[in-house]
């Protein structure tokens, strides 16, 4: 990925990032450099906090405005407790490697998500975040024993969780 921009952004767009994840997942985000920067290759939009890519924006499922959403390591960084879906030891490696999640891969989900929220997929047994998705179903809905529920958008090994600027 070729940087196309990087700037720093001012109060008042860190305030809409920061109040946007905090209301979608109750994690309050905290650094003293933002900055947004754009690529030439690849229309994703990430914004680095101290220098980190801890933040991005994800297509909008209704056609609307970009959302900012943590990535990966942004989850990791400030780990969420809402629109959290924890998957189980045999889903782990499907998820990591971008697959979708189905139904019987869910150990536990915040019933709280609505469809086409976007969610943190993370692993039961060190509640490590693998993924970011888009959900299809509500919360109460996403455990069962069939069906694809969770659409995913950016993984553990994928490009942007592997950029370094």
Do not use: C
């Not at 994690?27 to 801890?54: A, C, H, K, N």
């Amino acid at each position: 990925m070729d940087v196309k921009s990087r700037h720093h952004l001012r109060s008042d767009a860190i305030d809409r990032i920061t109040s946007s994840i905090a209301d979608a997942l109750g994690v309050e985000i905290d650094g003293d450099s933002f900055e947004q920067v754009e690529f030439t290759d690849s229309d994703t939009e990430l914004v680095l906090v101290d220098g980190d890519p801890l933040v991005t924006y994800f297509p909008a499922h209704d056609g609307g405005d970009p959302e900012p959403f943590l990535t990966v390591n942004g989850a990791n960084r400030y780990p969420p407790t809402d629109r959290v879906v924890t998957v189980d030891a045999g889903a782990v490696s499907f998820v990591s490697d971008g697959a979708d999640v189905m139904r019987p891969g869910i150990a536990d989900a915040d019933a709280e998500i609505a469809a086409d929220d976007l969610v943190v997929i993370e692993e039961e047994s060190h509640g490590k975040a693998l993924a970011i998705g888009r959900a299809r179903v509500d919360g109460d809905e996403l455990v069962g024993d069939s069906g694809k529920v969770i659409d995913s958008l950016h993984h553990v090994g994928d490009e942007l969780f592997s950029l370094s600027l």
